[in-house]
């Protein structure tokens, strides 16, 4: 079963950036490398929603609401997935997770906490 694994969140100032990383670790390249890759956010009372996602062929497409200041990337040699965010703002603040877009069965990871606040 391919485990996701999420890291980088942290607390960022109001226009500050982070890095996050998802890893789908005990997946092999043949199942990884076809998948397009989302990152999904979520906070309380809302349901996940898709903010990236990037295709195998690294065509990427992003949310009205982060397009411009993230940017989604893979490097498929690792099996893992980036995101780059910049400018953030207060309503980025939320738990961050990959996984593939569509959904397929690939089980949720535990997400990494992004705050933004000052």
């Known amino acids: 079963q391919v485990q996701l694994v999420e890291s980088g969140g942290g607390l960022v100032q109001p226009g500050g950036s982070l890095r996050l990383s998802c890893k789908a670790s005990?997946?092999?390249?043949?199942?990884?490398?076809?998948?397009?890759m989302g990152w999904y956010r979520q906070t309380p009372g809302k349901e996940r929603e898709l903010v990236a996602s990037?295709?195998?062929?690294?065509?990427?497409n992003y949310a009205e609401s982060v397009k411009g200041r993230f940017t989604i990337s893979r490097d498929n040699s690792r099996k893992t997935v980036y995101l780059q965010m910049n400018s953030l703002q207060p309503d980025d603040t939320a738990v961050y997770y990959c996984?593939?877009?569509?959904?397929?069965?690939?089980?949720w990871g535990q997400g990494t906490q992004v705050t933004v606040a000052s």
């Open positions: 996984n593939t877009d569509p959904l397929r069965d690939w089980r």
């Open positions: 005990r997946a092999i390249t043949s199942t990884f490398n076809p998948k397009t």
């Open positions: 990037i295709s195998s062929s690294h065509s990427t």
